[in-house]
């Protein structure tokens, strides 16, 4: 309770046991209460430093506090249009939300978007549509030094930690990644008893803070990894280095917020502060990140070994790759995280500023791949607002084999984009630790929800697909996406950006890339 409060309970007791001792009418005690506040909190306001505006306007200078709070509400519920929100607006929301409960998600009338305006981007159809696959493809997640490949679905569940995430909105992604067969990605949290009980299939996540197989030191524990890698749900295992809405910072787990339950999950003391670095200790060069990623392959016995990025320096992904083709071995997918990403909580320059966002991203990985000729062994995911089937096929015309999606399955367990994750008090139980608040979210009706908008969104993409003339991913190409680059004028992706060829880069390099393939090394991140 604050001062203020304090002193208008204790006055208004007061004045009641006055009332009483004399014989005042109870009615007047509905007077006197409301101007005893007003009096109080008038007083206060003018004797109080730290707020300019109640000083020169006491009392009505709280409305302004009041519709400051109430402004993101005010936004999304009556003032923002249908296709104009951020960061995902109510079109892409309510197509969630209707696919995720099993409803239509058809529009009558026709878009509201102007297709004229540059930016807009759309699919070619073929005048001679595809049947659609009765059974969604998969994309073969192995290399040829990965003894134990998985099949991804084309849309899986993105890095979510529990501890960001509540330990309900956990059992219900894992158990709609059961129900409909793709696979969740833990997050750098570590492997809690959510991640496993339902029995969905996993891709175990280490970050710079190795939680899960960390030592009491905060290095990397290989016995510990080993062990817990080798659980049968845990399909893939993944290095993150760097997430798109905060590449290249750390974090902070306020000791306040690392009870029983995350310390045991995360291998941190209870109670204490734990903070994760920017940078990894287990590498410092491109080889020693190739040679890493090879002994997670190993330790985990053969299951297929990746990295999650956001790209930044072309120059330090070719270094990357020279090193795969020196050291002859490589990873056996690769995440590319745009900069269009969500997190729990970051520095609003970093969100805005920093980072590449997803197109771009996967353009860089997609053609340094080819061009080292090292693309037919590493599959590449794509993170970073997919939401609906369109968001998909996109994804991979620009060079990506599957999605991974994060807010849109929160979306799917209930999420109400109150942007409320870093506060403890979401109001749907999805990112939260308070029990009150998780206690809200049902994971067996979550699940479904889960299951539902999975199985909806691939069936839309596939549907997309068909139309295009197309029955697999691999048959999707640039010129089949578009984009308007001003209102008389559109281009296709083959004509908007360079596709390099396979093992051009090794044989001669194009001129934009040249200064940069010549400046990447192997033994160093080069800025």
Not at 74 to 81: D, G, P, S, T, V
Not at 167 to 193: H, K, P, R
Not at 448 to 456: H, K, L, N, T, Y
Request: net charge neutral.
């Amino acid at each position: 309770m604050t001062r203020v409060g304090i002193v208008v309970l204790t006055l208004v007791t007061a004045l009641g046991a006055l009332a009483a001792a004399v014989g005042i009418s109870p009615w007047w005690w509905f007077l006197v209460l409301p101007l005893t506040f007003v009096g109080v909190l008038g007083a206060w306001d003018l004797v109080q430093r730290r707020h300019s505006v109640l000083r020169n306007y006491p009392v009505l200078g709280h409305a302004r506090y009041l519709m400051e709070r109430i402004r993101p509400e005010l936004q999304q519920y009556f003032i923002e249009r249908n296709y104009d929100g951020r960061p995902f607006d109510r079109d892409v929301r309510s197509i969630v939300y209707e696919r995720a409960k099993g409803t239509d998600a058809e529009e009558p009338y026709g878009t509201e978007r102007d297709v004229y305006h540059p930016g807009h981007e759309f699919l070619v159809p073929s005048m001679a549509p595809c049947p659609v696959p009765k059974n969604p493809p998969r994309v073969r997640i192995g290399g040829p030094d990965c003894s134990r490949p998985y099949d991804m679905a084309l849309l899986n569940v993105s890095a979510m930690s529990f501890g960001s995430l509540s330990a309900n909105a956990v059992l219900a992604l894992n158990g709609g990644a059961a129900a409909g067969g793709f696979a969740q990605d833990t997050g750098e949290g570590g492997l809690s008893e959510y991640h496993l009980r339902p029995g969905g299939d996993l891709v175990w996540e280490i970050g710079t803070g190795y939680f899960g197989c960390r030592t009491e030191k905060g290095d990397f524990d290989a016995a510990e990894f080993a062990d817990k890698a080798a659980h049968d749900h845990v399909k893939c295992v993944s290095l993150k280095l760097s997430q798109g809405a905060k590449p290249g910072i750390g974090g902070v787990l306020p000791g306040a917020k690392v009870n029983a339950e995350i310390a045991r999950v995360r291998d941190v003391p209870e109670g204490r502060t734990v903070v994760s670095p920017p940078y990894h200790r287990v590498f410092s060069t491109p080889r020693e990140l190739v040679r890493f990623i090879a002994r997670m392959r190993d330790l985990s016995g053969g299951k297929p070994a990746g990295f999650k990025l956001c790209v930044g320096s072309r120059r330090q992904f070719l270094a990357v790759c020279k090193a795969m083709l020196e050291e002859g071995t490589a990873p056996d997918f690769i995440v590319v995280d745009g900069a269009e990403g969500g997190t729990g909580a970051a520095p609003l320059e970093f969100a805005d500023h920093v980072g590449t966002p997803l197109t771009e991203g996967l353009l860089t990985v997609h053609n340094a791949l080819v061009g080292t000729g090292l693309r037919d062994r590493i599959k590449v995911g794509a993170s970073g607002k997919i939401a609906t089937g369109t968001d998909l096929v996109k994804r991979m015309v620009q060079g990506a084999d599957y999605g991974n999606a994060a807010r849109a399955m929160m979306f799917a367990v209930g999420c109400i984009q109150a942007q409320k994750c870093h506060t403890n008090t979401c109001p749907t139980g999805v990112t939260t630790q308070d029990p009150r608040r998780a206690r809200a979210l049902d994971v067996r009706d979550k699940t479904a929800r889960v299951q539902r908008f999975q199985e909806a969104t691939v069936a839309s993409a596939l549907q997309i697909m068909a139309s295009m003339g197309v029955t697999d991913p691999a048959q999707l190409r640039p010129h089949m996406l578009r984009q308007r680059v001003d209102p008389f004028t559109e281009r296709s992706y083959e004509e908007l950006y360079e596709w390099l060829e396979p093992r051009q880069l090794l044989a001669e390099p194009p001129a934009s890339w040249a200064a940069d393939w010549k400046a990447a090394d192997p033994d160093r991140f080069t800025v």
